[in-house]
């Protein structure tokens, strides 16, 4: 027990007595001082060690909320940590919109993963995953085995979704059913950028083994002639590139 107490005060980030300090401590009862000391602690090393997640801070910021706002020193506690009080708030709400938004076995696998799978508005229910999310439904029973699945594919999907907005389709592959014609633009930005990257003298070669490739993975028996063929300027426009009408690409 001993050991175990020393590793609890070795973790820590507070020490014990700047809790004992504080003016309005002895205006807490014993189960309220727990709460207080528990979760600054765990706030601390959200902030500091974790990077951690808006999600996990909302969490000890809404405990700490419920215990400290009665005597009107919440506020002033979070003084202590320099924390934006606008940010804590809003912190809060996330968390508060995802215990209404997740069954709470899913809602606890995506604090441990540390995902910041929530909003706080109507139009982004789930923050920058909302498009991921509305394609992967939650999972409604507490099989910890479906739930662990589904993270792990929203975690991939975002990665997709984000890579494709950095190859300049408009909304992801997320939105919907891109068109063939959408799909040969983000094919070719993608290897565009790739091709730039090849020694100059090793291009042509470069290319023609790509396209070997690619042949033999649809099943093409025969040799296939290709005319260079000029691509369309929409092609050739990166994200956020602005249109000669001024519209974006």
Do not use: C
Request: net charge positive.
């Amino acid at each position: 027990m001993a050991r175990q107490i020393a590793l609890q005060t070795k973790n820590n980030l507070i020490p014990t007595t700047a809790f004992t300090q504080l003016p309005y401590w002895k205006m807490l009862n014993a189960d309220e001082q727990k709460v207080v000391e528990r979760e600054s602690q765990e706030l601390a090393r959200a902030m500091f060690h974790e990077g951690a997640s808006k999600l996990e801070q909302g969490r000890h910021l809404a405990e700490l909320q419920e215990t400290l706002e009665p005597y009107r020193v919440f506020v002033r506690h979070l003084r202590q940590f320099k924390f934006s009080i606008k940010s804590a708030y809003r912190y809060i709400a996330y968390y508060n919109n995802a215990k209404r938004r997740y069954p709470e076995s899913v809602l606890q696998a995506i604090l441990a993963r540390g995902i910041d799978a929530i909003g706080d508005s109507v139009e982004q229910p789930f923050g920058k995953y909302t498009p991921v999310i509305k394609a992967l439904p939650i999972p409604k029973n507490a099989d910890k085995y479906e739930i662990e699945n589904w993270v792990n594919r929203v975690e991939e999907k975002y990665k997709e979704y984000r890579s494709d907005l950095r190859q300049g389709m408009p909304m992801g592959l997320m939105a919907g059913n891109p068109t063939p014609d959408t799909l040969m633009k983000t094919a070719f930005r993608h290897v565009r950028m790739r091709f730039k990257r090849v020694p100059k003298g090793q291009q042509q070669a470069w290319l023609k083994k790509l396209t070997g490739y690619l042949l033999a993975e649809l099943g093409a028996d025969s040799p296939v002639t290709i005319n260079p063929t000029e691509a369309p300027e929409e092609f050739r426009r990166g994200p956020g590139k602005p249109r000669a009408d001024g519209a974006s690409a």
